[in-house]
């Protein structure tokens, strides 16, 4: 909402100073600090607010250290980081463009069918919530809208230096650059890092490629968000993940929008896309400062309503970005968590068919429960997840010059 302001301030009435105002690092910084201040600032009031209308989370008994405990902690305070992300966003950021459109769509939609979830958790006393085929809906939904925009939308186009074009017969020249409406991802680990979707899916022909890669897009979305919503089991995981991935991906959206920086590290130049970093910048913000009442021991929990939302985001981070192929590293607690849960139910449901007794893998699933189960500290658990997160992050960031 500023944005246009300060650019009429400074291109019409030619105001000085009003020009640091379209600089990305400039909006990005008060992005960050604003949406600490919102969660760190209003916590104790949006947490006492919840508190006095009894919005506390209900614990089933799974046998974990200190988990009775928990009984009543406030809950939803998902909404908290959908604030905080939201508010520095539509101020700070430039709204007509489609990717910042795109993530705002995100962030309400899952974050109000994560509200859904727990609204019929806590105030209909119904401990399984929302039904799952509600939920996965909900995610296809928001699948189709991001895949079908990313795939049709005029503006999301990648920015090629160095294909010639043919401009008179018998005469070829290269232009500055081109902007190019294509299917293109990032394959990480390798020297021409470029997969074309059409041209893998073409052969199914043209009506089905965009059918396919929206599909893809659904998968990655529900993937990326229920390995979050898993996650989120104790105090800080999630939230210290997220922020750890959402840095990572603040720093890809920086140098895709950026010429100089993309074609000095071989990174696809994404026209417009410099603007994700100021998005990017609140959901750090929102998780860290989300942590200042979640770390253990936790004052209130997220809940599905900021779970379901920050794996939705990551996801659409990643997509917009063309760096979905980085998601098995850059996200991998999330993977792990997930992978854990379908090892141990598939291999229960195996033993019990072929045994006529189920047997697990773990103590119990998902991953960050096994620990408990070995009577590792919380808070041990979640600082050596982080620990692996960074490493992660860490390889990420290194395929920038693997290539």
Request: charge should be neutral; include cysteine.
């Amino acid at each position: 909402m500023l944005y246009p302001i300060f650019e009429y301030l400074d291109q019409v009435l030619d105001i000085p100073g009003t020009g640091v105002f379209r600089y990305i690092s400039f909006r990005a910084g008060m992005s960050a600090v604003l949406s600490l201040i919102v969660t760190i600032t209003f916590g104790h009031r949006i947490i006492n607010w919840i508190r006095n209308r009894q919005i506390g989370e209900t614990v089933r008994d799974l046998g974990l250290e200190g988990q009775t405990q928990k009984k009543g902690t406030p809950t939803m305070g998902g909404l908290m980081m959908i604030a905080a992300i939201l508010i520095p966003t539509l101020l700070f950021a430039d709204l007509t463009n489609i990717y910042i459109q795109l993530l705002l769509i995100t962030t309400v939609w899952l974050g109000g069918i994560g509200f859904l979830d727990d609204y019929i958790k806590v105030f209909k006393k119904n401990k399984e919530g929302l039904a799952g085929r509600f939920k996965i809906v909900g995610q296809i939904g928001i699948g189709i809208i991001v895949g079908a925009t990313l795939y049709f939308h005029e503006d999301v186009v990648i920015r090629d230096f160095q294909t010639p074009v043919s401009i008179e017969e018998g005469v070829v020249e290269t232009p500055a650059y081109q902007d190019l409406k294509v299917a293109k991802t990032t394959i990480p680990f390798v020297k021409n890092n470029e997969l074309n979707y059409e041209t893998v899916l073409g052969f199914l022909g043209e009506a089905m490629t965009p059918v396919l890669y929206i599909f893809v897009v659904i998968f990655i979305i529900t993937a990326v968000s229920n390995g979050a919503n898993i996650t989120d089991g104790i105090d800080g995981l999630a939230a210290g993940t997220s922020a750890i991935i959402g840095l990572t991906i603040a720093i890809f959206a920086y140098i895709s929008g950026n010429a100089i920086f993309s074609q000095y590290l071989n990174v696809m130049y994404i026209p417009n896309s410099g603007e994700l970093v100021i998005f990017a910048s609140a959901f750090i913000g929102a998780c860290v400062g989300f942590l200042w009442y979640n770390a253990y021991p936790a004052q209130v929990f997220m809940g599905d309503t900021g779970s379901l939302m920050l794996g939705g985001v990551i996801a659409v981070l990643a997509l917009t970005l063309r760096k979905e192929l980085l998601i098995p590293l850059m996200c991998g607690i999330f993977v792990v968590e997930n992978v854990s849960v379908i090892l141990q139910v598939s291999y229960f449901k195996y033993t019990k068919r072929k045994y006529g007794e189920g047997r697990r893998i773990l103590l119990m699933s998902p991953l960050h429960h096994h620990y408990q189960k070995k009577n590792i500290p919380e808070a041990k658990i979640v600082t050596r997840f982080w620990i692996v997160g960074i490493l992660l992050a860490v390889m990420t960031l290194a395929t920038l010059k693997l290539r």
